[in-house]
């Protein structure tokens, strides 16, 4: 059976001499006089359980004595009123059980007080989740998808999952991780880009994914990750990419208001404030975004990508005009995927990044659905079609025209909380050193 316990925040002053069972980990333990204090702390916050030596069974008093920190304890007791005590009220036990002993010393002080890098940090990362802080970012994100999901089913997106494991590139480059998969070529996926396209030949005609990618990348940034979890979508019948455009603003501001209105007391802990997305986000063109931040004095050259530093750039520009969310539309087609649709002009695609303060959370367009001009592309673009198989065939019996998007949850998490390292948005994140834990 389980325990019948009661969380830190079910339990209020009015609660006056009623008889509760608190469980949680050992925070904080003092000495007073006569008067012992274990402070618990349980996922809601904490609670004190004072022990006045007089007037508690000596076993009890002695078992709180015994405490090591961060011990996983169960205590029965009597709640009393008190103004001094966090949330106004404190435990007087009748009983305390060690459930599970910490030892000594422990590798990370959770409490905080002693500060310790992010390297020791994601190291002990379960001690580390015990945080408070860290903590907060966890919860967020967990309603940030939970709102994604509310947003895409009332717009009858159907959740779908596809394979984590390709038999070829899905985004062309070579950052993949190979598999071993019995006698055949295999890797894990860089993205469900070519599986949601096939489902758009279905009459599943809207799906997303809470999808994982896989990216053999060998950067070691803030900002890059090697496992990537993402909301995968696409969306067919649309007449160009500005159908998208339309999904991803509710999309966006739904995940941003629910965390706004459902996690107050997270904010409040991670001392940030969020401002109400105001809707459209503006559409600035790849060429327009070049000119500025040109103008701005950072030399960027025309055709390419945009790097970091230029995206920063115009993140600052952005900014001044009292822009934090933003569109950037039409990029060249020669630096976008083989499935993008060309721009009426061809040297342009219908594609576009979606920016939050100068960083760059979701990247998606129109896709080319015609066959030949597929086929033509995969060509143009250095690979070889035959590698599309199963892919291209889908294209030959009815495929409506699509398109569809990636955003990328930890850089999302990550700069809407102001957070210093993408990693801090990853329960156990990978990336070029960290295999473990
Ligand atoms: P793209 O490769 O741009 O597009 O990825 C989409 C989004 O995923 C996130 N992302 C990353 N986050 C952290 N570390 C990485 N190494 C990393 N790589 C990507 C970003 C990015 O905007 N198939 C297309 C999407 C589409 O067109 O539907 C794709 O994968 O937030």
């Known amino acids: 059976m389980m325990m019948d316990r009661r969380y ?10 009623l008889k509760v069972t608190v469980a949680g980990w050992v925070h904080d333990k003092r000495k007073l006089g006569g008067l012992l204090f274990v402070v618990l702390r349980d996922r809601e916050g904490i609670v004190q359980v004072t022990l006045p030596k007089k007037f508690v069974v000596p076993e009890v008093f002695e078992t709180a004595r015994g ?6 304890i169960r205590v029965t007791g009597t709640v009393q009123k008190e103004d001094k005590a966090p949330n106004g009220y404190e435990i007087i036990p009748d009983g305390i059980e060690v459930l599970s002993p910490a030892a000594t010393p422990l590798p990370l002080d959770p409490t905080g007080k002693v500060e310790a890098n992010l390297d020791t940090r994601l190291d002990n990362r379960v001690i580390d989740l015990r945080r408070g802080e860290v903590a907060a970012i966890f919860k967020i994100r967990d ?8 947003y895409l089913r009332s717009e009858k997106f159907v959740e779908v999952q ?62 890059h990750l090697n496992e990537v979890t993402a909301v995968d979508c696409e969306m067919a019948f649309i007449e160009d990419e500005g159908d998208v455009l339309v999904v991803i603003e509710n999309l966006v501001a739904g995940m941003i208001n629910a965390v706004r209105e459902r996690c107050g007391k997270q904010l409040e802990i991670l001392g940030r404030e969020l401002n109400e997305p105001r809707l459209p986000f503006t559409r600035v063109r790849y060429d327009d975004a070049v000119k500025m931040i040109d103008e701005a004095g950072l030399k960027v050259p025309h055709g390419e990508d945009l790097t970091t530093e230029a995206e920063k750039k115009l993140g600052e520009i952005m900014k001044e005009r009292g822009e934090e969310l933003y569109f950037v539309v039409k990029y060249p087609l020669r630096i976008k995927p083989f499935y993008t649709m060309p ?20 990247s998606g367009s129109q896709r080319i659905h015609q066959y030949d001009l597929l086929v033509e592309r ?20 009815g495929i409506p025209p699509h398109g569809g998007f990636g955003l990328g949850i930890e850089r999302f998490i ?24």
Do not use: C
């Open 8 to 17: 830190s925040d079910e339990i209020t002053p009015e609660m006056d001499g």
């Open 67 to 72: 405490l090591t920190k961060e011990s996983v």
């Open 143 to 150: 309603t940030a998808i939970e709102a994604a999901r509310e």
């Open 162 to 223: 596809t394979p984590r494991i390709i038999s070829t590139s899905s985004e062309g480059g070579t950052d993949l991780f190979p598999v071993a998969y019995f006698e055949k070529e295999a890797f894990l996926a860089q993205s469900p880009q070519l599986y949601k396209q096939m489902l758009m030949g279905t009459g599943f005609d809207r799906v997303y994914e809470i999808a994982t990618y896989f990216r053999a990348e060998e950067h070691d940034t803030i900002w």
């Open 343 to 362: 721009d009426e002009d061809p040297v342009y695609s219908n594609s576009f990044d979606l920016e939050i303060k100068g960083r760059e959370i979701i």
């Open 378 to 397: 995969i060509k143009k673009k250095g690979l070889n079609p035959d590698n599309f198989g199963s892919y291209l065939e889908a294209f030959k019996y």
């Open 414 to 437: 990550m700069t809407l909380l102001d957070l210093p390292n993408v990693r801090e948005a990853v329960l156990f994140p990978r990336d070029r050193k960290r295999l473990t834990p």
